[in-house]
């Protein structure tokens, strides 16, 4: 089982470096952005790891996850719904920096505020910054990135592909 999970573990941190790579970005992921998903849980999950999230008014499970800024996933938390977003912070900024060391700054919604962006400063060397959401939007607030110098894109933008770039480019003689 164990030997299972590191060989899929494998296959998917190969697969989203291919992908970074594709999309002219280094490889490694520098930048993260948590959330979490509320989902009603299925008869065959015990009660003792479902909960009641007030919020949602679901009874069920938590996904906290922590994805890089093309949206790839990086991080996974599971708990029960009841459990607040800012509680599951401290297991998910963990995995995530256990992980990749190379990630120097966590965006995070208003749901994450109180001592744990503090938290991650000091003790995981991560940076988290609170994204406050923009009156009458809807989904996570995206923040603008500098990409490459060539100026700003937000995270919902695509970045010109590599192919393009390099075909704008004037060779040398």
């Not at 509680?87 to 994450?112: C, E, I, M, N, Q």
């Not at 962006?117 to 406050?132: E, G, S, T, Y």
Request: a positive charge; one cysteine or more; glycine letters at 8%.
């Amino acid at each position: 089982m164990r030997t299972q999970r590191r060989c899929r573990e494998h296959i998917l941190d190969a697969l989203r470096d291919r992908l970074r790579v594709r999309d002219g970005r280094d490889w490694c992921p520098t930048a993260a952005i948590i959330d979490s998903q509320t989902v009603p849980a299925a008869d065959t999950v015990p009660r003792s790891s479902r909960g009641w999230d007030g919020g949602k008014r679901t009874n069920g499970v938590k996904r906290h996850i922590a994805v890089e800024v093309n949206g790839l996933l990086l991080a996974v938390v599971v708990t029960a719904a009841s459990i607040q977003d800012r509680d599951a912070a401290h297991r998910l900024l963990a995995a995530l920096r256990g992980r990749y060391s190379t990630v120097r700054l966590a965006w995070a919604d208003g749901g994450y505020p109180g001592r744990r962006p503090v938290w991650a400063k000091d003790v995981l060397a991560l940076p988290m910054q609170i994204i406050k959401r923009i009156p009458g939007s809807t989904g996570f607030p995206r923040p603008a990135l500098r990409v490459g110098g060539r100026g700003k894109f937000r995270v919902d933008q695509q970045a010109p592909p590599l192919r393009a770039r390099l075909r704008n480019q004037t060779r040398p003689p």
